[in-house]
């Protein structure tokens, strides 16, 4: 099964809940030795021991992709480079562009776009050192694609990211390390529910062509073919997973 990460060890940003959570248990389930990193390592601990004992082998490091020196010091504790880094953390920053205060923008743009940058810098130049080949996932957005209102910084964030991707796909290839961007649509967790429950929520999810929200399982197909062997020829790739909501009538 092309599927199978055993023996390979993964590190996952912004994993201590949502879709990090899940997206580490998903590689745990799939044979990787996975790392779970966020700025709160208690959290990261309860979803270290769900994987443990459910059979998996995992540890949490805490980290914060918007800090340079949060992130060297925890890249300093592997000797060995990463096979597998799933690029999540990420913070929302809705509100209006024109009430919006310049340094939460900056925030946005520094968690969700430069951090991704600090961690692929960190784990690329490890990979290549080593002379051992990579997959890299940046967690993007199909609003990088496609805007919404009130997500200015967000948007922008994901867009941008997704440039970057592209960007260090092309330079890093020669290194045989792939990074693509997966691009979820509107996901359901326990932290929107009761917002898509509501009549407005309701009627965004009647835009979206398969008339339904994604569930967190509709991502493990795609994460595991960019992860996987099964995406040996992919690198540059930006795979939205949307239920068709991109191409709905405007």
Not at 22 to 43: C, I, N, P, S, Y
Not at 56 to 78: C, K, L, Q, W, Y
Not at 188 to 203: M, V
Request: glycine share 10%; charged share 20%; with cysteine.
């Amino acid at each position: 099964m092309k599927f199978n990460l055993e023996g390979r060890k993964a590190l996952v940003t912004g994993a201590s809940g949502g879709l990090g959570e899940h997206f580490a248990k998903t590689l745990a389930e799939a044979g990787a030795a996975v790392v779970l990193t966020a700025r709160r390592k208690d959290a990261l601990e309860k979803v270290v021991e769900t994987i443990a004992a459910a059979g998996g082998d995992a540890e949490a490091i805490p980290m914060d992709v918007a800090d340079t020196n949060s992130v060297a010091r925890a890249f300093e504790r592997f000797q060995e480079p990463f096979d597998i880094v799933v690029n999540n953390a990420g913070v929302s920053g809705s509100g209006a562009a024109i009430d919006q205060a310049e340094d939460e923008f900056q925030r946005v743009i520094d968690t969700n776009l430069t951090g991704a940058f600090r961690v692929s810098q960190h784990a690329a130049r490890a990979m290549k050192t080593a002379n051992r080949p990579g997959a890299i996932i940046n967690i993007a957005s199909i609003v990088g694609l496609r805007v919404a209102g009130h997500v200015s910084a967000y948007a922008a964030s994901k867009a941008a990211l997704i440039q970057l991707t592209k960007a260090t796909a092309l330079e890093w290839a020669r290194y045989r390390i792939r990074v693509n961007a997966l691009c979820p649509g509107y996901i359901e967790t326990p932290l929107n529910a009761d917002f898509f429950a509501s009549e407005a929520g309701q009627a965004l999810v009647k835009r979206i062509p398969q008339r339904r929200l994604g569930r967190m399982e509709d991502l493990d197909g795609p994460l595991l073919l960019l992860c996987s062997d099964a995406g040996a020829y992919m690198t540059g790739a930006t795979l939205a997973v949307d239920g068709g909501h991109l191409i709905s009538s405007l």
